[in-house]
């Protein structure tokens, strides 16, 4: 993995430090990355507010161009720190776990098995 170079302050970002400000994205780094991307969200199309690490940066994920994507706050927060591929995992098993939850209430219990 490439660490980001020290080239460019709006790169750097720091998570031990002390201040939360400088473990943000620089504001003008985060602006321009809502503005490449038109303030649309990457995840759902709607209206993007912030800005999200593809890879989490938990997880080592860079604070660079490449790596960041506008968002909507919901989408943000649902992500949280997840890749957009484990996401849409998670999503696809839970959507797969409440249709079976949903058929399993509409069925009665015990009912003999009866198709039409
Ligand atoms: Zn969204």
Same mark, same amino acid.
């Given at each position: 993995m490439r660490t980001p170079s020290a080239?460019?302050?709006?790169?750097h970002w720091d998570p031990?430090?002390?201040?939360?400000a400088q473990r943000r994205i620089h504001p003008i780094l985060r602006g321009a990355v809502l503005d490449r991307d038109g303030w649309?969200?990457?995840?759902?199309? +709607?209206? $993007?507010t912030e800005v999200d690490h593809v890879d989490p940066r938990a997880r +080592?994920? $860079?604070?660079?161009p490449a790596n960041l994507v506008a968002v909507c706050r919901s989408c943000n927060k649902a992500k949280g720190f997840r890749t957009p591929g484990e996401w849409r995992r998670d999503e696809a098993l839970e959507r797969l776990l409440a249709r079976s939850r949903g058929r399993r209430a509409r069925r009665r219990p015990r009912a003999a098995p009866s198709r039409s």
């Open positions: 080239s460019n302050p709006l790169l031990a430090a002390a201040d939360p649309i969200c990457e995840y759902c199309g +709607g209206e $993007a +080592g994920g $860079a604070t660079t």
